[in-house]
């Protein structure tokens, strides 16, 4: 079975400056999608950005780009020029079987970003 | 409609009683996911339907837990006899996806939860 494992509970980071959130994984497929979704207090949850693990090119969004690294298994998470509305509950995802009927989700147990003004 | 609809917003029930929580998903989404969210946790996987079929159970945690879309559109999450353990925030999910083709495009619209309380 997959695991998602995110180690860091929490982290904080300056308005405007960079922060990396951390994600590992387990698996012994070899074709495969990771998310990263976004929880703020609202409950909402935001899908922030998605990697497909056939491509090499790490995935971008605006301000959000990943740091995938399949042989490691390691799917990070970069927030350029943090914002206030960043802070949030993040959490990193794995879905296997891209091509089949198996779509269901796997999430990490989230970490908490802060965001200092 | 536009999102993925999820009722009551919050439930509070007494240990022992059966509750059933609804989920409307984006008009002509095939696959309806549900999850549950333990506090400070991430979901867990519990069932998924493509269209009325139910295509995974295995995360339901025990026989007092079940799903049903009979319509392949709205769908209720049943637990009968209730127990503390069942609190949780309740998720409802849905995607275009259907049988086959390219899955890994279609991503999840997520509801906003119905955040179970057991008494």
């Known amino acids: 079975a997959q695991t998602v494992t995110q180690s860091q509970p929490e982290m904080s980071v300056q308005e405007a400056e960079t922060v990396t959130l951390s994600c590992t994984y387990d698996t012994s497929e070899s074709d495969y999608y990771l998310f990263w979704y976004k929880q703020p207090p609202s409950r909402q949850m935001i899908l922030v950005i998605r990697q497909e693990a056939y491509k090499q090119q790490n995935a971008t969004e605006n301000r959000f780009s990943v740091n995938f690294q399949k042989a490691a298994k390691s799917f990070s998470l970069k927030i350029s020029d943090s914002q206030l509305g960043d802070a949030a509950m993040y959490f990193c995802a794995y879905r296997s079987d891209p091509t089949g009927a198996n779509s269901k989700l796997t999430f990490g147990k989230g970490i908490t970003l802060s965001v200092r003004p | 409609g536009a999102g993925v609809s999820q009722s009551p917003r919050y439930k509070v029930t007494k240990r022992g009683q059966d509750v059933a929580l609804r989920c409307d998903p984006i008009s002509g989404h095939v696959s309806l996911y549900w999850y549950r969210q333990a506090l400070g946790q991430g979901p867990e996987f519990l069932t998924y339907?493509?269209?009325?079929?139910?295509?995974?159970k295995s995360g339901l945690p025990n026989d007092r837990f079940s799903a049903e879309r009979p319509e392949g559109s709205i769908s209720t999450l049943t637990i009968q006899r209730t127990e503390q353990r069942d609190s949780a925030m309740y998720r409802c999910?849905?995607?275009?996806?259907?049988?086959?083709?390219?899955?890994?495009?279609?991503?999840?619209?997520f509801g906003s939860g119905t955040r179970l309380t057991v008494v």
């Open positions: 999910a849905s995607s275009l996806g259907g049988i086959g083709g390219q899955w890994g495009n279609y991503g999840y619209t």
């Open positions: 339907f493509n269209y009325e079929a139910q295509q995974d």
